[in-house]
């Protein structure tokens, strides 16, 4: 006997899809589509069906947009001439945030992981290394994740970049209001790396 019907059963397949939604997640958000107004599925249906199409990657530092060049890059009150560059449009975002960033950015969609077949050609690196050379770039913040991946692709764009632009780093360290005693060993080794001199603005690593 078939107890979930085939229409949400495959709702609840499609939703368990996406990234850190499994089974359980998809079947409640389901069944709360479900209980809600038809008006409101119908309004969810068409804002994803025309997603595609009023989204495009912004053909300078490759944002999601809904216009070319985005906001960010059209803004004459940013610094053109420092560029962030991150993994993902969520890097930028969270960044956003922050307030702190008045430069622009650069979005590399990927990470280098050779062994899942990821090269500098399947993402955005020869676009940052042609823009650097054609626009007056004064500094390359990389602000990519301290996973491995994330770190191979600092080196990577590091030795790219060498001679052709300062390049500078986020440091990474300890987070604010946690106790030294806790954190573990690879944090503490990165937070003395990333040290600055107390009271001086002797270094151009922006904090995590």
Request: charged share 25%; aromatic share 4%.
């Amino acid at each position: 006997m078939e107890v979930v019907p085939q229409a949400l059963g495959q709702l609840i397949e499609d939703l368990s899809r996406l990234p850190g939604i499994g089974k359980k997640t998809a079947t409640r958000l389901a069944l709360y589509i479900l209980r809600r107004p038809e008006s409101e599925a119908q309004s969810l249906a068409g804002d994803l069906f025309e997603l595609h199409g009023a989204i495009k990657l912004c053909s300078n530092c490759f944002a999601f947009s809904e216009n070319d060049p985005c906001v960010i890059c059209s803004d004459q009150r940013r610094d053109h001439q420092l560029i962030c560059v991150v993994e993902e449009p969520g890097d930028l975002m969270a960044i956003e945030k922050t307030g702190a960033f008045k430069g622009v950015y650069h979005i590399l969609h990927g990470v280098l992981s050779p062994m899942d077949g990821i090269g500098p050609k399947e993402i955005k690196v020869d676009d940052l290394l042609a823009r650097v050379q054609k626009e007056a770039i004064k500094e390359v913040l990389i602000g990519t994740s301290s996973t491995v991946p994330g770190e191979v692709t600092a080196s990577y764009l590091i030795e790219r970049l060498q001679g052709i632009v300062p390049v500078t780093r986020l440091a990474c360290g300890i987070p604010m209001g946690m106790d030294i005693k806790y954190a573990d060993q690879h944090t503490l080794a990165r937070s003395i790396e990333a040290r600055n001199r107390a009271g001086l603005n002797s270094t151009r690593k922006e904090n995590c």
